[in-house]
């Protein structure tokens, strides 16, 4: 059997279907029409490849693109790649005509072997022969390939598909899905089956029976079995983003973005829904989806809060309480439901009230079941950085900064999640360069851009000055309310007090530089160990 090959350009690693790259341990992922132009160019190298050329490669994905949106690809893909128009190392400009691929490839290969590791992708297709002969080897190799590309082009390149020569290559492995292809031949007739199953379950999805006996037949039931592979994962992919209000008459890549929103910890639509989910769950009582809807309602009371106003300690314990009692209540009716386990284990990690544990196990089944599901990213990236494991929170953030769209709210989201783990990790060089970017956007309240400016703000280094206006005119009652504000949204979490501690130290510095000791609340030097005249 032919082994699937990846393209090695020096540190870059390029999977041969264009689905992702590695650079080093960061792995670059493609959307389609960017997979197009890598396609083209990696299979054309040192070839000139005119704009009007690329534009066709992409028309079949976009009919209303234009040259001028190829130059855009052509940029964005230099940024992914790392690469430099002036300096090129991969796609060379020849101006007035077109691009080129510069880069010399050397193949190396990706089989899955069982020194690589566990294998971390969405779908894995995996051969196994009983008494074949040659004749079968040759089919083998050819519908395994087809396989591989055929369910690859008909989804997301978050949902990476692999060839595994084994299945005892499978164990550890974070596989959501495998596809196992048997071959035998009886009486010189080949026969063939695919079984996919979920993982690590290993419930059948489907099965399907093929009809190899010419090449013409082989071609077209690898088309069959590729998009019945591709029909029930999108299928799953649809399931996982059923829930909290998403509609479900939108196309699944639009669906997979809203859910994505929906747990957003700066989601301002939760708070205008206040009177509508009050009333649905008094028409409907038992509702899951509507009871956890309405807990994101009350939690957005406390995330999108005026810092400086603050919420009364007696108003947090009473809306975590509810927010506790109403999660726990909904487990039992959500085992089936990915997007809504999310949302529990969200609201369970956020109440910290001894739940980390069950909040982890919730958002670990769900992400099993959904792969590179952005909605998950967030709520998996705070359950790691919760227990310290902060270079796995900054993958799984980094890796929802990959799949977000362009100056989403998504995309700020997670920058600012990277951030705060990254202070809390006490990593202040990595911090500076990923803190670049504004945290101003057209819903946040002034306050909370305020906020966020003083918390990145180091302890030896002065604030923006209209931070400094901000927090003068706030008085010394208004900073300790946002202190408190502060501590009780992103500081608690963290098991280690040095964690807390880390998240507190610059916005302890400047509000006792500011308004002296009496701005300190008293639970921030309990639950960090600073001291306020510190």
Known sequence: MSKAQSLSFGELILDETCLFARRGSKTIQFTRNERVLMLAFTRNPHQLMSRSRLLEEIASLDSDASERNVDFLINRLRTKLGDSAKSPRYIATQYGEGYLWIAEPLAVPIMASPQSGPIDAWLAIVPAFAGQGDRIDTRASSLLDQLRDGVAAGMSPAQKIVIVDDLRHLAASGLRYVLQVSFQSTDDRPDCTATLR???????????????????????????VSRGTIKELRNALTHASAGLGTPSDQPLDIRLRKASTLLSSSNPAWLKKGQELSAARAENPADPDIALQWCLHLFARLVLANPFTGVSSDERAEIEGEIETTALDCLPAIENNPLLMLAAAKLLYFVNRGHLELAEDLAERAFTRTADFAAALPVMGQLRQARGNFDEAVILFDRGIEMADPESDFLLHMRVLKCIALLAKGDRPALDAANTFTYDIPYSPPALVVMMGMTMTAADQPLPEAVTAALTAAGPAGVCNALEYLYFTSARHFIAQTARANVMRGLVAHAVRLHGAAAIPPIVPAGTGLAAAA
Do not use: G
Request: proline fraction near 4%; avoid cysteine; aromatic fraction near 4%.
């Open 198 to 224: 979920e993982m690590p379950s290993k419930h059948i999805v489907r099965a399907f029976r093929l009809d190899l006996t010419d090449s013409a037949s082989l071609a077209s039931e690898a088309t069959r």
